[in-house]
């Protein structure tokens, strides 16, 4: 029977690939952003401003602190990396959130599992590339490699988890093709999973099954609860899978943004490395909104990696603030072996 031998979870964000004297760029972002999320409650950057001024974010906006943290993320990326190389898992299944790059509402599945023989990453064109958000292209290559590059998927792994899971009760959604929009223009795999190819893999991408969810978009996103079950039952498919292959699960997005809320992120870590499920399940669910709600791609590898004997190793946690709204990216690492 397959084995899974590595569990892994990462945030994944443009200031993970952008200097810090040009993280003003994505503030730019956030001033034109009329509902960052914070605790539940939208807000326009002065209305948020106003909301923090309390916090002081001063210090953490000069240069030299915005530089060491961003320092600690390329080191624990690195780490991450270098784990990955060292488990040398035959297959992975990567979970992760599309952000309307090739989905969009006239048909977004609460959940779906990629079964195609391959997929692309394709880099985005001049065009698109300045249809981006401010401050994002230039992280690109965090996400897509310079030229188009075929991954290989993993079709029997794929239909596996498909029958696994409908007869776990899921009601998942499938795709032999990855979608394509007419109005983002992209195609090729989203950059939730980019991120895992080119800086954990490092392009050394082993056949994998990406299973998508839909984390960010009202009126179906799954609850915590939901991700929870996902993972579990996403561990049993691999347990019961004839073959002899050695299974990764990893998780890409999170922690709190666009508004960073360290508190809460330091909370979120805590009730991830719980022996039990209460702690996490207490979260209010407005607490995911926004780029926080990415956290429900960490939360099924949790689930899975409780079936197993592998140990939890938090790498690293960085709160990079952008802004004196205390706006940015929670950034957070961990891994099991
Ligand atoms: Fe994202």
């Not at 503030?27 to 952003?33: E, F, I, P, S």
């Not at 009202?218 to 691999?238: F, Y």
């Not at 995911?288 to 791609?297: D, M, P, Y």
Request: a negative charge; aromatic letters at 10%; charged letters at 20%.
């Amino acid at each position: 029977m397959a084995k899974i031998v590595l569990g892994m979870v990462a945030s994944h964000g443009p200031l993970l690939g952008t200097p810090p004297d040009l993280w003003a760029g994505r503030v730019k972002a956030d001033h034109q952003n009329p509902a960052l999320c914070y605790r539940g409650k939208e807000y326009t950057f002065p209305e948020l401003l106003a909301a923090r001024s309390h916090e002081n974010f001063e210090p953490d906006l000069a240069i030299e602190v915005k530089q060491k943290r961003f320092d600690a993320t390329q080191a624990a990326i690195k780490e991450m990396a270098r784990v990955f190389h060292e488990v040398k898992p035959d297959v992975a299944v990567v979970i992760g959130n599309d952000q309307m790059e090739i989905m969009s509402d006239d048909n977004q599945p609460m959940m779906m599992v990629y079964y195609g023989e391959k997929f692309e990453n394709v880099p985005f064109n001049e065009a698109q590339l300045k249809r981006l958000g401010p401050g994002v292209a230039i992280a690109e290559p965090n996400h897509h490699p310079a030229q188009p590059e075929t991954y290989p998927g993993h079709p029997e792994l794929g239909l596996h988890l498909i029958g696994s899971l409908i007869a776990d009760n899921f009601d998942i959604a499938s795709s032999i093709r990855l979608p394509e929009q007419a109005e983002s223009k992209l195609t090729g795999i989203p950059h939730a999973w980019g991120f895992f190819y080119r800086r954990v893999m490092e392009d050394q991408v082993v056949p994998n099954v990406p299973i998508f969810i839909n984390t960010f978009y009202p009126p179906n996103r799954p609850s915590t609860k939901r991700c929870l079950d996902l993972g579990a039952a996403i561990a049993r498919a691999v347990e019961s899978w004839d073959n002899n292959l050695r299974v990764a699960i990893l998780g890409s997005g999170g922690m709190s943004h666009f508004v960073v809320d360290e508190d809460f992120d330091r909370k979120f870590m805590q009730a991830f490395s719980a022996p039990t499920h209460d702690e996490m399940l207490a979260f209010p669910d407005n607490m995911f909104r926004s780029g926080t709600a990415e956290l429900k791609c960490w939360i099924p590898v949790k689930s899975a990696m409780d079936r197993t004997p592998l140990k939890m190793t938090v790498v690293d946690y960085q709160a990079l603030i952008r802004s004196p709204a205390g706006t940015g990216s929670g950034m957070g690492f961990a891994y099991w072996r």
